[in-house]
């Protein structure tokens, strides 16, 4: 039995996720595998405004920003495979462990997250995740992290 892979472009993208710019941190999510897997696609670019301070002159993106474009991968993940596409999502995080980070990340590069469901199902609030974050194939960073996935409610 052959499950056919799902994408998100950017417009579907802003239908999961309420983040925008500039802390949309995802071009396009590729290769869904319902809720277990997926893998996000950020071209990062010299106009990102963290590059203003971090630092001048040696544009380094930050690594918490990096973790963030996982948590985001992972987000549009759950709302894709769990088909949570326009019900105002809000995942929170919940705990950030064994983040490792091995290689910067400049302007010019492709930063693709890897993630993949290592516990939680559809209905539950409670998932973990494991982020691997690559640029041509080499790991820059890698994370577990543990997230609450709630809706958001009106008038909060």
């Not at 277990?36 to 990062?44: D, E, F, H, P, T």
């Not at 919940?94 to 290592?118: A, Q, S, W, Y």
């Amino acid at each position: 039995m052959t499950t056919e892979l799902q994408n998100a472009d950017i417009q579907l993208i802003q239908r999961i996720l309420p983040h925008r710019y500039p802390f949309l941190l995802v071009d396009k999510v590729v290769d869904i595998d319902s809720y277990k897997s997926a893998r996000g696609i950020k071209n990062v670019t010299m106009n990102e405004p963290h590059f203003q301070g971090h630092f001048p002159g040696t544009p380094i993106m930050p690594g918490v920003t990096i973790v963030e474009a996982m948590a985001q991968t992972a987000g549009v993940m759950l709302g894709v495979g769990m088909d949570m596409v326009d019900t105002d999502l809000l995942i929170y995080f919940m705990n950030i462990d064994k983040c490792k980070f091995r290689r910067k990340v400049v302007p010019g590069d492709v930063l693709e997250m890897h993630v993949e469901t290592l516990r939680g199902k559809p209905g539950g609030k409670i998932f973990k995740f494991l982020g691997r974050a690559t640029v041509d194939g080499e790991v820059a960073a890698e994370a577990e992290f543990t997230a609450m996935v709630d809706r958001q409610v009106e008038g909060t």
